[in-house]
């Protein structure tokens, strides 16, 4: 299975900025695409931001000019930077993965769909 471990939640004061990551492992063969989700109590998951293997991104209205997702290939890695923070980031945040796992065939190439276990973000002074 894929497996997908996030980091760097925390707490922040309002204005600050936080810098999350989530990394991808097992047998991935290639990754299509990434993103960020994030769920508050009493509030159903959102989606934050997502990436494409090529690069195109997408950004819930309620973080354009403030998040900032990226990966690094290279690595099975994204990011999230969260800058001037609001107390309504407050959640916990969510990466999910999806591609298609390295099944050691040219013939088969099963796709993939992974979340990671989620990391709390708390923006409070």
């Known amino acids: 299975q894929v497996q997908l471990v996030e980091s760097g939640g925390g707490l922040v004061q309002p204005g600050g900025s936080l810098r999350l990551s989530c990394a991808a492992s097992?047998?991935?063969?290639?990754?299509?695409?990434m993103g960020w989700y994030r769920q508050a109590p009493g509030k159903q998951r959102e989606l934050v931001a997502t990436?494409?293997?090529?690069?195109?991104?997408n950004y819930a209205d309620s973080v354009k000019g403030r998040f900032t997702i990226s990966r690094d290939n290279a690595k099975n890695t994204m990011y999230l930077q969260m800058n001037s923070l609001k107390p309504e980031d407050t959640a916990v945040y969510s990466c999910?993965?999806?591609?298609?796992?390295?099944?050691?065939?040219?013939?088969?190439?099963?796709?993939?769909?992974?979340w990671g276990q989620g990391t709390q973000v708390t923006v409070s002074s």
């Open positions: 999910n993965v999806w591609g298609t796992y390295d099944s050691g065939s040219s013939l088969r190439r099963p796709d993939f769909d992974s």
């Open positions: 097992g047998r991935i063969r290639r990754i299509n695409g």
């Open positions: 990436i494409t293997s090529g690069g195109s991104t």
